[in-house]
Each structure stands twice: as structure tokens, then as C-alpha cells.
């Protein structure tokens, strides 16, 4: 049984909840609902040759990142990090629990969601960015909760990484 | 410090394992649950078997062992059942303990909590957003409407421009206009020999020359109270009595010719002094403005019909004037009677000279 433990990283708000819902449930709520603690999902994502049990750590948003418990990250073999995009000041949020985890565990394979795709006339993030953080190496993915767009490729992708 | 009796010690662990439905599993070197107790039903996990390995059962074991930090604590895991519980992961020898505790309420509560703090941050930042975005809104409404309103300045010194300012004023509140006058002067002006002479000095010396006339013209206008009505080529029109009426108006543009004469006499064009011939009539006219899009304020009737032949009757540097401009200015000025001229399509008409 090939079982791997993914943990979802961002922001408070960002929609880690969301996505896990929309991937593993094909539901979304508008209702915000904090998470505190951690949730755990599991969904099974077929390839030819094999299958991947993902087991999708629904971590506490954060605001303040002191407040961020990297023990939770333990034995994690990939990371999703979550950006708001019409809320610039995530990204930064999200990349420095990246380089938290990546200093307590060592690096490990990782994707970079812009959330919120659907609302675009407050989108805030320029393609610029998103392109220079593309040629930095990063996977990145522009992905909706609400409407699923890009969520299912995104895990997808995240899962073909973590299974070599 | 003596410690407490056991039965006090049994006692407090008694209340503390039902107060936090403590649960608890061995988990063996092979990662293979050794044993288990407490109240596991209590998270729904009563069904774990022993002796198969803890990852394959528990999802979220998927990892974490070996685990080199014991003890290890990991807070508030929401497990299927829906209860919360602080897991503690202790180490003796090879095997691992791990100690479930009911955290469901602090949960709850911390949730709550957390809930309307963050939906407040949000609120401000989404606040602080709309603020940007309205003043960003705000500035380029405030730029289009002072581009709007310069605009308007501009169109409306135009037609200011075009048009006496009381006729702008109806006619921006879209009145219709045309209104009869009983007594005004009406005054031609042309430039003598003109076409000659802008044929040997060219076209900006000619458009130059025209300038400084109708310019003149325009600013004595001004001055005397009279009305420029239009050009016609070298020819200026102008009017007194207009659009208010005056008593004195045959008077102002007797005034408004002779300055004109003198203004045109200082320019000089293809090497003489600019001299102009002017003829003056008075009596009623029809004002109006015609046109929709492209207005005109002219006027009409006899009397303009008269003033623009007797001018053309004019000798160069003369100002005639007619027996009815004449009855009305009275002797402050001096005339020179011309006698009787025939005058096309009007018959015999008498005629003065305006000397001063």
C-alpha cells in the first residue's frame, strides 16, 4: 500500500479547507469556517502502474507565523502551499512556513496553489510574478475551490512527485 | 514534601481519565499494535486490531514513526469520529505509547474564538482594499469631470465668442431667437482694394492683415458697446443697439467707425496705410440665431440691406452715413452733406460723410 502524507500550508482564509473538500468530497461551501488543529483526509489517486493513497493534513491557517507548530509536518512526504489571490501579503506567509518545514525536515516535493481563480475582479496577483516564481522552478497552479478548476490536476501532479 | 496517599493519586487519575476520555495504544517496534484500552470507542477507533501495523489502521500514524523526539505531542487532531483529541506519544524501550485525550471542547471554543478574530481581519483588509480601490475611483472621477468642465469652459468661450453673451444665454437654454429691433445702427466695413493687394503680398501677410483688422474690430466693439455680428470675407459687420437697446446708438457706431478708420490707418499693408470704406444706416432690424448645430446670430431686413450698399458706395478712407443716421446724431458730429445718389435696387437715397 503505497500511502503518503501530504500537509496543507497558507494563510489563514487562503481555502487549504476548501481545496481538501473540492478534491476528496467535490463540495464547496461559501461559509468560512476556521480550522483549528488539523483534519485529516485521505484520497486515492490512480495512475497506470500504481496507486497513491494521499492522506491530506487540513492544517490551522496562520497568521502569525510564530505561532506555526512544525511538529505537525512530521513524516510528511509533500507540501501544498496556499495562496489567497486577492491577498497579496499570503505568498510571503506561505513561503516562509515552507522554508520553516524545509529547515526542520529537509526539502521535500511541494506545489504552489493561487486560490480563489473565480474572483477575478479582485485578483491580485500579476502574471509577472506568477512567472518569475514559475522560473524560480516553482509548480505552480491558479486553482478555484468553488468552481474545481485546477484543484484535481494540482493533487494530481503532487501526487506523481511524491510517489517516485 | 510527602507525596499524596494512592488512594487520592487513584483517585485524581480516575477523574482525570473520564474527564478527558483517556485512551491509549501500544504500538510495538514493527509499528504493529501491541495493545490497546481506555476509551477508544469514545474517538470510534474500538475496532484497531493488535498485532497489525498502527499506519495501515490509523491514517494519520502515516510517518511519524520512528519518532526520534519522544515524548511528542500533537494537539487537537480531529479524528473520523468527529471528537478531538491531544495525542502524546511516549517511548518506553523499543515500543511507542501514544495517549489519546479529549480536547473536543477547548477545540470548540479556541474555534470560536479564533472564528471572529480572523473574520474581523478579513473584514479590515477587505475594508482597507475597497478604500484603495475607491480612491482610486475617486481620483480619475475627479480627473474626467475637471477634464469634462475645462471642456466646457473652452465650448462655451467659443460660443462666446461667435455669439453677444445674453444671446448665448438663451440660446443654451434653447430658446428660440429672433427678435425685432426698432432702432439700430448697422455698420459695413471692407478693406479697400484688397483682393489686389493680397494677390502681390501673399496669403500670411493677407491673414495677418485680416487679423489685425477684425481684431481691431472686435476690441472697439468691446469698448463702445457695439456688437461684431460677423466677417464676410474682408468685411466686418457690426451693430448698435443690440441686444439691448440704447438711444445712443447711432452715436456709438458713428464713434466705434471713426476709431476703426484711425486703427486702420496705423497698419500698413503692401506699403500704404490699410484704409477702409464704411457706410452706416439705422432703423429696425430682425436678430435671430439659425442653424441647429452650426449657429449664426445675424440679423436682417431693409436697414442691412441699405447699410451694406451705402458702404459699398464708400470712397476709400469715407464713412457714409445715411439721412436717417444723420437725423440721429445730431451736431456733435460734423457731416458733409453728399446730396442724392442712386443707389442699386433702393432708388435715390441721401447720403453724408462722417468727418468727425
Same mark, same amino acid.
Given at each position: 500500500? !503505497? ?9 489563514? $482564509? %487562503?481555502?487549504? +479547507?476548501?481545496?481538501? #473538500? ?58 501544498? !502551499? ?9 505568498? $510571503? %506567509?506561505?513561503? +516562509?512556513?515552507?522554508? #520553516? ?64 | ?356
Amino acid at each position: 500500500m !503505497l500511502q503518503k502524507k501530504i500537509c496543507m500550508l497558507g494563510g489563514f $482564509a %487562503v481555502g487549504k +479547507t476548501s481545496l481538501v #473538500r473540492r478534491f476528496v468530497h467535490s463540495i464547496f461551501s461559501e461559509n468560512y469556517l476556521t480550522t483549528v488543529g488539523v483534519k485529516i483526509d485521505k484520497k486515492s489517486v490512480a495512475f497506470p502502474d500504481k496507486t497513491v493513497d494521499l492522506i491530506l493534513w487540513d492544517l490551522a491557517g496562520e497568521d502569525d507565523i510564530g505561532s506555526f507548530r512544525v511538529s505537525y509536518v512530521r513524516g510528511a512526504t509533500g507540501l501544498v !502551499l496556499v495562496v489567497d489571490g486577492t491577498r497579496p501579503a499570503t505568498l $510571503a %506567509v506561505a513561503l +516562509t512556513l515552507r522554508e #520553516r518545514c524545509e529547515a526542520e525536515f529537509g526539502a521535500m516535493p511541494c506545489i504552489l496553489l493561487f486560490n480563489k481563480s473565480d474572483l477575478t475582479d479582485r485578483w491580485a496577483i500579476s502574471e509577472g510574478e506568477i512567472d518569475e516564481l514559475k522560473q524560480r522552478g516553482w509548480q505552480i497552479y491558479l486553482t478555484s475551490a468553488l468552481s474545481g478548476e485546477h484543484v484535481d490536476d494540482a493533487f494530481r501532479q503532487l501526487a506523481s512527485m511524491v510517489a517516485k | 514534601m510527602s507525596s499524596l496517599p494512592e488512594e487520592v493519586r487513584s483517585w485524581i487519575y480516575d477523574f482525570f481519565s473520564n474527564e478527558r476520555f483517556a485512551a491509549y495504544l501500544k504500538i510495538d517496534a514493527r509499528q504493529c499494535i501491541e495493545a490497546k484500552g481506555g476509551k477508544l470507542d469514545f474517538y470510534g477507533l474500538s475496532s484497531l486490531r493488535i498485532g497489525e501495523p498502527v499506519a495501515e489502521q490509523l491514517e494519520f500514524m502515516e510517518g511519524l514513526l520512528p519518532c526520534p523526539e519522544l515524548p511528542f505531542h500533537m494537539p487537537m487532531m480531529e479524528l473520523p469520529g468527529g471528537h478531538v483529541a491531544d495525542l502524546h506519544f511516549f517511548g518506553e524501550g523499543d515500543s511507542v505509547w501514544l495517549l489519546f485525550l479529549d480536547a473536543t471542547p477547548e477545540r470548540d471554543h479556541q474555534q470560536r474564538l479564533q472564528q471572529k478574530a480572523y473574520e474581523m481581519t478579513l473584514l479590515q483588509e477587505r475594508e482597507r482594499q475597497l478604500n484603495a480601490k475607491l480612491q482610486s475611483t475617486n481620483e480619475a472621477l475627479r480627473e474626467s469631470q475637471e477634464g469634462l468642465s475645462r471642456e466646457f469652459r473652452r465650448a462655451e468661450s467659443l460660443l462666446l465668442n461667435i455669439l453677444p453673451a445674453s444671446i448665448a444665454e438663451r440660446l443654451k437654454a434653447d430658446e428660440q431667437i429672433a427678435d425685432s429691433h426698432a432702432e439700430v445702427s448697422v455698420l459695413f466695413a471692407d478693406i479697400v482694394g484688397f483682393t489686389e493687394r493680397a494677390r502681390s503680398v501673399g496669403a500670411t501677410t493677407t491673414l495677418a492683415i485680416l487679423n489685425y483688422f477684425f481684431r481691431a474690430a472686435d476690441l472697439l466693439s468691446e469698448q463702445h458697446g457695439c456688437e461684431k455680428i460677423k466677417t464676410i470675407g474682408d468685411c466686418v459687420m457690426a451693430v448698435a443697439g443690440l441686444p439691448v437697446a440704447r438711444s445712443d446708438h447711432a452715436q456709438a457706431l458713428a464713434n466705434y467707425a471713426l476709431e476703426l478708420r484711425e486703427a486702420a490707418r496705423r497698419e500698413r499693408f503692401a506699403g500704404e496705410p490699410l484704409s477702409l470704406r464704411i457706410g452706416i444706416h439705422s432703423g429696425p432690424i430682425v436678430a435671430g440665431v439659425i442653424g441647429k448645430r452650426r449657429f449664426v446670430y445675424d440679423l436682417w431686413g431693409d436697414t442691412v440691406n441699405l447699410a451694406a450698399r451705402i458702404q459699398k458706395a464708400a470712397e476709400p478712407d469715407e464713412i457714409r452715413i445715411s439721412d436717417a443716421t444723420h437725423e440721429l446724431l445730431g451736431p456733435d458730429f460734423a457731416c458733409d452733406p453728399l446730396g442724392e445718389t442712386e443707389l442699386r435696387g433702393t432708388g435715390r437715397v441721401r447720403m453724408w460723410r462722417l468727418r468727425g
